[in-house]
């Protein structure tokens, strides 16, 4: 047994001995340990580095709220920083790591900073990176000059960069009453309006249970309160009709009284079971919320508080009874309140030895005397802590007395041997889900205390949230709102007795003893008092403007343990009272939500996958898929051995020779039927379709209102009030959207329906010389000859028994043809063509092949229509119809839209014969060393087997007219400068002769 | 926040897309009234508080709805098709005839 570890109490099973590393270092616990109190139980007292003075920090708190002592927890490969020690429980290879150290915990190269004392003040950054205004490192310069070396000195944990595997999950919940917290009054009121038959959601964000009666000491009907916490809750585990949530945090109140929450799955475990989720975001329906949230303890705030060994008071009574591990072995307090008196007599029974409870107050009701008496402290009434000693560990303290009505310390400074000093400065409700569901909170001077405001939202609140401190007020609270959040009256029964410590919940207005040192107020950001005073002495009078200059209350636990403090701090320097300096308001989250919990299933496995119905055919057949958006492509049907670039090569080379074959059906294909059909597309498409002949198809382009380019695609006329329009991959579902908006909001009166085919179709287009041939050989039904078959032509017949719809348009520049067939007989078609080309040297290509076809031919995509192109810019202007009005014609001739110097189309041919780069900047002048003055970028490239040469397509300023001329690209991401030629983009076959025929 | 679809029922935001400022007027296909369509095009009201909006069931029945939300508390007062006629559409389907 550890020496620090009691011999009986608290939830801890001694029997159970877990084995964990900390900074490399191996260490035991037992069950039910977080990561804290096992190391507290090892006699550990350095935790961290602060975050600008690299100060040794220990732990302050027992909860949610810890500023200091903050981990980075390790799986694999995957690092978790910034983690509170205190809510990590710990398992079985736990490893976890301190932060912002260098070299080493305990010895810190950066605490250097701490002796130069005033060098990192408020706004120190603001101040110092100004920089010169002239010369090399003028302006921001100099800050990106230092930056690098300050970055690594201030700051928290490092994040990763291996990617998280972990699984999340996102889940929507309805409720009658949502309880948060689960101490006495969360219990009390789970229970009541469970009995009322309400639909309950109790929610906890430790493991257990039972909030204070875990660690408060005290009796409830009879019973230690822990263990009438855990009968409470296994009584409602079984109700039907309530729904307990352990490792749940609610971090967000919004509109509608919706809540988020984070359940944290299986942290705690070695490994999660199979399907487990690591994190569960709960996004929760309720139709009245209790909020039971309980309170905080505050720190004081005098020199030295941040040494390891000084702690919050009732977090070490909470070690000590709920964890069975003493926070040290001799123990003073220093308090503006009578809770610390509880707290000393509980370490005291404990084990500890109490040296002294130090107060600010002079008067001492006769029950804290006896407090003091029992726990055999000696009582040091009207005293304040001015200093701490010690290194990585407290050993002392200095005390003076102290008259808390004018703040000023007089007689000689006394010392006290110590190892552990426990503060206590009143307490603040966790009002932060009221604040955040609207209402501003209200001071009251008694509590010294911000409390809830009135619920703007269905809430009420029960128990210390309210700033009814006492667990018998909890109790009669907790019940009351359980009953009238359930829409229940209340019933005359009694409620559980409850035997206590005596107490006065009101605190002295105390927050700060003025002696010499540091004093901090935030602790994880390391704002003192002394920043705090510097602020308001060059002007920042609001208290956002405060938190802005100083950091306080910006870091990771947004300021829970230091938000009064501060404010109280500022309202002294300003001589107002706190109420009129005013609070900030609490925004989401309450406290840190993973990432990937809000990604949830958008990623990783449960990211849901389209696929085409020859999927299973390419990964059969050797292709390497791509993944675009949701959909799963062929990339290249790669053969042993071969690089990406020399499948691709091979496959669009043998597709020219004599004939390639490839899946199109993730082209978007929407229906456009009714008897105004033709005239809704030419409102959409630039060009005409109402003169569109059934049977035959047109290649359309769409601009948006602004009047650039959105979409190109073919649109087929399959009846006279029967259209098929395709779009392209990516913008299936937006142009969707945009037919559909302009259907019901704009021209209701048109008789048009739309509906997404995209699914119902399996396209392959079959492109190349042989390829005609190759339709005529497995076509029956209709013949597929220049006659019957024109470009731009469409028939229908029959592959393999399979009713197909065949129409002769061309992307890859070759005589090409999309055949159409029911998706469940997608396969079975593609398979026919497959093997009546075999004769014909058919191959299967894939994206790539495709994009170095289309860039040879100069067709446009997605890429080039990028949301700044014009048709004009595009060389697509001979689709822009002068016979009717379209979407976009209006404002497609805007000034800005048709002035010189816009980016225009062009190719690109590499002269140095080395592979260029999509996004490779276009230059006139190459200036490897400090590139300038771009003129345009590349869109797309390919090595061009039909040209033998590397080659792109670009947007370059006034790219028409320097046809012909040379300029270079330069990448200095990627190194790669060059010449080019810049040339027209049709580089392949431009008058069109191969897909004639 | 949750809208409630005169077709579906109430429903979470997460099923709609945001289609933009109801109050907007488009010209007239054929107008070269530029200033016009530049209102049209560009310019949104932005008021604290009770706001028109167009929003599309695109998650559901695919509607759109014309929404007055107050921007300043998403408290929705109003839900109704933006296509005037689906008005009555409605009202057949809930009195059961087609
Ligand atoms: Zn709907």
Known sequence: ???????????????????????????????????????????????????????????????????????????????????????????????????????????????????????????????????????????TRF???????????????????????????????????????????????????????????????????????????????????????????????????????????????YDGNTLAALERVTDHKERPGKGEPRHRYWIIRAKSVVLATGSFERPLVFP?????????????????????????????????????????????KAGAAIVAIVDVRTELSSEMRELADEAEAKSLSGHAVVATEGGKALSGIKVQRFDMTNGALAGEARSIQADCLLMSGGWSPTIHLASQAGAKAEWNAARQAFLPPKPTQQWIGAGAFTGSF??????????????SAAGGTGTPTALPVVEAAPGDPDPAPVFEIKADGKSFVDFQHDVTAEDVRLAHREGFISVEHLKRYTTLGMATDQGKSSNILGLAIMAEALGKPIPEVGTTRFRPPFSAVSIGSLAAERFGDLRPERLTPMHDWHVANGATMYSAGLWYRPMIYGHAGETIEQAYVREAKATRESAGIVDVSTLGKIAVQGPDAAEFLDRVYTNMFSTLAVGKARYGLMLREDGLAFDDGTTWRLGQQDFLMTTTTANAGKVMQHLEYFLDVVWPELRVHVTSVTDEWAGAAIG????????????????VDNAALPFMGIVHGKISGVPVMICRLSFSGEMAFEVYSGAGYGTHVWEALIEAGKPFGLVTYGLEALGTM????????????????????????????????????????????????????????????????????????????????????????CYSPALGKYIALALVKDGMARRGTRAHISDPLRNRFGPVEIVSNHFFDPDGSRMHG | MLITCPYCGPRDVIEFTYQGDGNRERPQPASQNLDAWNAYVYDRLNPAGDHNEIWQHSGGCRAHLRVVRNTLTHEISSVAFARGDHKVAARHKAEGKT
């Open chain 1, 304 to 348: 030295g508080n941040d040494r390891p060994g000084v702690m919050l008071a009732h977090a070490a009574e909470r070690y000590a009874n709920e964890y069975g591990v003493l926070a040290g072995n001799r123990i003073a307090l220093f308090t503006n309140n009578d809770s610390a008196y509880r707290s000393a007599l509980a370490l005291k």
């Open chain 1, 143 to 253: 800050w990106m000059f230092c930056e690098h070396f300050i970055r690594r000195a201030a700051g928290l944990g490092r994040a990763g960069t291996a990617a998280d595997t972990a699984r999340y999950e996102r889940m929507n919940a309805f409720c009658d009453v949502l309880v948060v917290g689960s101490g006495p009054a969360g219990l009390m009121a789970a229970r009541a309006a469970a009995d009322q038959g309400a639909r309950v959601i109790l929610s906890e964000l430790e493991p257990h249970f039972g909030g204070s009666a875990n660690w408060s000491g005290e009796t409830i009907d009879g019973m230690p309160a822990a263990d009438w916490a855990a009968r409470a809750a296994g009584q409602l585990e079984g109700y039907d009709n309530v729904r307990l949530l352990p490792r749940t945090t609610v971090w967000g109140y």
């Open chain 1, 854 to 941: 289309r860039i040879e031919k100069g067709h446009v995509t997605g890429a080039e229509i990028d949301g700044r192109t014009t048709a004009r810019d595009l060389h697509l202007d001979w689709m822009l119809s002068k016979k009717k009005p379209f979407i976009g014609s209006a404002m497609m001739d805007r000034e800005g839209l048709i002035a010189p110097g816009r980016l225009e189309l062009v190719g690109l041919i590499s002269l140095d014969n080395q592979p260029l780069n999509g996004g490779a900047h276009i230059v006139e002048d190459l200036d490897e060393a400090n590139p300038h003055d771009s003129i345009g970028h590349i869109t797309a490239c």
């Open chain 1, 470 to 483: 006492s667990t018998a007020e909890a109790i009669a609270e907790g019940r009351a709102a359980g009953l």
């Open chain 1, 1 to 139: 047994m550890s020496p620090r570890r009691t011999d009986a109490g608290g939830r801890v099973d001694r029997l159970r001995t877990i084995r964990f590393t900390f900074d490399g270092a191996p260490y035991t616990g037992h069950a039910g340990d977080t990561l804290a109190s096992a190391l507290l139980a090892n006699g550990v007292t350095l935790f961290g580095r602060s975050f600008k003075y690299h100060r040794p920090r220990g732990v302050l708190t027992a909860g949610v709220e810890e500023p200091n002592a903050l981990v980075t927890v390790l799986r694999g490969e995957v690092r978790e920083p910034n983690i509170a020690a205190t809510m990590v429980e710990i398992y079985d290879g736990l490893t976890a790591v301190s932060q912002n150290r260098f070299p080493s915990l305990a010895w810190d190269i950066n605490a250097a900073n701490q002796l130069g004392g005033k060098l990192l003040s408020a706004g120190f950054y603001y101040k110092t990176f100004m920089g010169p205004a002239i010369g090399p490192l003028k302006s």
């Open chain 1, 768 to 783: 190349g010389p042989k390829a005609r041939a190759i339709l005529a050989a497995c076509v029956t039904g209709t013949a």
